[in-house]
């Protein structure tokens, strides 16, 4: 096959599992602070002391011994954290505050983009999985550089009516969502190889209720189901890359060159779009809404005030 080996049937079952799993405890986390307390700070914490380090310490063997998987937990956690501080205490009252969202946002991506660069010196089996390192991670460093640099609006983030007091976003426009997704499936693809089947799960578990469930809200619904995922990665690494569910990836040079394209020349697009309607209607990027005008957001800010 092109992207990776063979999938059997039991693989598709899992994959599906993991979806509906991610946007299930999706909707019970963002149901209430108490819901998010018990699944983003006491959860986790318990782990850390008694799992994270048998599972994915330093001795542990695991391919989540490495920096990158412990940061990219506690990056989605502190996420978690920001998330649920802006939901639900008074901080949401400070308009800089607002500027959290993307400031974790960008961090979390500027994370992998290190990642991508570093893996493309990366060949043959290093810390347990089999890395290909090429000019496909340059390609796709470029696109989540300009990525992180196209997000815009935070200063119109407005707060759900509903218990849940959902952080809605309405500047996130679809296709910076779908930008996103390509650039973070590529990432995964590159630099998870082997682990990247189930990755597609993870970021489809977060666009769909976006989209459908709670509109607008996808900057919470990316950051949840990622540390949702992160945590059960950390406690059962092997499950994604070893044994009988794992899929390998064919590390063919062609799938990474046509995916990693494919995300660059999205993310050009969303960049090239951006400065038309700046210039065009004379935004400032780092104060203002580029998009307050289209039906979507809004729909969104008349849906949440």
């Not at 569910?245 to 993310?267: D, E, F, K, Q, R």
């Amino acid at each position: 096959m092109f992207m990776f080996e063979a999938i059997p049937w039991y693989s598709w079952l899992a994959w599906a599992a993991i979806l509906a799993g991610l946007m299930l405890l999706n909707e019970v986390t963002r149901h209430s602070k108490y819901t998010g307390l018990a699944f983003f700070v006491v959860l986790p914490l318990v782990l850390n002391i008694f799992v994270w380090p048998r599972t994915s310490g330093a001795s542990s063997g695991a391919q989540t011994a490495n920096w990158f998987a412990w940061t990219k937990v506690w990056s989605a956690l502190i996420g978690c954290y920001i998330g649920l501080s802006l939901r639900f205490t008074k901080l949401k009252e400070h308009r800089w505050a607002l500027a959290l969202a993307p400031a974790i946002l960008a961090i979390n991506i500027m994370e992998a983009v290190i990642r991508e660069f570093e893996v493309t010196g990366m060949h043959g089996i290093v810390e347990g999985m089999f890395y290909m390192g090429g000019p496909w991670n340059v390609m796709n460093g470029v696109a989540g550089i300009l990525n992180m640099l196209t997000i815009c609006g935070w200063f119109g983030i407005v707060f759900s009516k509903e218990k849940s007091s959902d952080l809605v976003w309405p500047d996130m426009a679809w296709f910076w969502i779908i930008a996103y997704d390509l650039w973070n499936f590529a990432y995964t693809y590159n630099c998870l190889t082997d682990r990247s089947f189930y990755s597609a799960a993870l970021l489809i578990s977060c666009t769909i209720p976006a989209f459908t469930i709670k509109k607008g809200a996808w900057a919470q619904h990316r950051v949840h189901t990622l540390a949702l995922y992160m945590m059960a990665m950390m406690t059962v690494p092997d499950f994604f890359i070893k044994g009988r569910y794992a899929v390998a990836s064919t590390h063919n040079p062609a799938a990474y060159y046509a995916i990693s394209s494919l995300a660059l020349a999205a993310n050009v697009a969303v960049a090239a779009y951006q400065v038309y309607v700046i210039v065009k209607k004379r935004k400032n990027p780092l104060k203002d809404e580029l998009y307050s005008d289209s039906k979507s957001s809004k729909a969104l800010k008349a849906a949440n005030s």
